[in-house]
């Protein structure tokens, strides 16, 4: 149940550094946000029936068959989240700026055979989630962190001092190391800690989480009679996550219960990865002005390394510092990620304007974690984490809702998209999230440029101490501005 409660921040890119996977892995990489050009964003990502643009393709291939001419566009983006968190009374607030390429893409059109009134190939690249994020907390409490070590320490009788570095390496040898954890007088196999009689310690907490996800994508599709249009994809998905976190515990300068004044813990995990997975699609076009559209994603599977170290640095009154650093861990592992179905429809308001709305089913309970054979392997089976995915996940119901209304040239959108919550159990916290967004752009025969901003709100808890179930209250909140230049030839 603790590692559920971690869970609530992990959602954003979190992770307690134990060395292992757990089923928050799988729900970070399976909860898909899709991102591309501002036309897309715009809108809410809502485009499944409409089709003829090139962030759709990711949502719905047979978005590639509408096409009736060539298309080449690119999307520089702007993303900035503000977090504002909420412990023992303190509310600090953070942020982090960061600047990306959302989408590029190039699809090229041909003249059609018999009923097949034209066919597309498309290639591009389409973002779908950022993970830079920074989160700072400060609190108090009156029981160490450096607790957690002693009683790993202590536990089954107690712990030679020669075997804590081989037995906990990336655990109590580092406190241990840097003289915060000790042997007790008279009892070589018991240990305390330097805080274990202190109160009103300060802590201070900040996490930094940086890069994001996306899909390099393969397409081609059909116009049937100018009523079907029909797609498939080829994609390559890649993870980038970089997770840096650090923990201070400060005593009060009337504390005369320790030599020591403070300690800051550092925990780094970098993911990287790639995998592959298939999709299909196909838009009907009902009447002139109802289109309906289906999609489905098969799981997408990937095979993923995990790079991680920690770091402890101690300080006692006198000035005097010390330092250590575990070696460098890696961990190869394979990950598949949940099937998806997405079904759409779209209103055609004569030349004024249209209205999409996408409806897209995820059953997080079908994600897997296991063992990497192609590497040499501890014989881990993932089996409990996997039993985790199948109880405390659930199947999720996303919605996207999008207009565009046309005053020639010229475009004006909106957007909303509902995220839901994959947790069966949100311990008080709703981690569904809600994405507003408003967009223009101009449109003429030959090239088109759009702008569009989207604001995500999400309310999430930060772990401070996980064996204490300490959390600080976070409010979220995701500013995206992109920009999109296209040429149609």
Known sequence: MKKLAIGVFLMLGGLNLAQAQNEFDVLRYSNVEYHGDARFNAMGGSFGALGAN?????????????????????????????????????????????????????????????????????????????????????????????????????????????????????????PYQTYLVNPIAGDSLQYDNVFVNSTDIEQFTTYETRGGTGEMFFAFGGNYADKLFLGASFGIPTIRYVYDKNYTETVSESDTLSEFKSFTMRDYVKTSGAGFNFKLGMIYKATDWVRLGLAFHTPTVYALSDDYNSTIQSEMKDGTIYEYSTPYGTYNYIMTTPYRFISSAAFIVGSYGVINVDYELVDYTTGRLKADNSYETDGYNFSDENESVRNNFQLTQNVRVGSEWRLDPFRLRAGYRYQGDPLKNSFNVDNS?????????????????????????????????????????????????????????
């Open 54 to 174: 090139m962030s759709s393709i990711s949502v719905n291939p047979g978005a590639i068959g509408v096409y009736k001419s060539s298309d080449i566009s690119f999307t520089p983006a702007f993303h900035y989240n503000f977090s504002e968190s909420k412990l023992d009374g303190n509310i600090i607030d953070d942020g982090k700026l960061n600047f990306h390429f959302s989408n590029i893409g190039l699809v090229v059109n041909f003249d059609g055979v018999g009923n097949w009134q034209s066919a597309s190939f498309g290639m591009g690249y389409n973002r779908t989630n950022n993970f830079n994020t920074s989160i700072s907390a400060k609190g108090e409490t009156n029981q160490s962190l450096l607790t957690q070590f002693t009683d790993e320490l202590n536990a089954n009788g107690g712990t030679f001092d020669g075997d804590i570095e081989y037995s906990y390496p990336f655990t109590a040898n580092l």
């Open 433 to 489: 999230s809600s994405t507003y967004s408003i967009g223009a752009g101009i449109k003429e025969d030959d090239y088109y440029f759009d702008i569009a901003y989207a604001l995500k709100m999400q309310k999430n808890q930060t772990t401070i101490v996980e064996s204490q179930s300490d959390f600080a209250s976070t409010d979220l909140r995701n500013h995206y501005i992109t920009f999109t230049l296209g040429f149609r030839f």
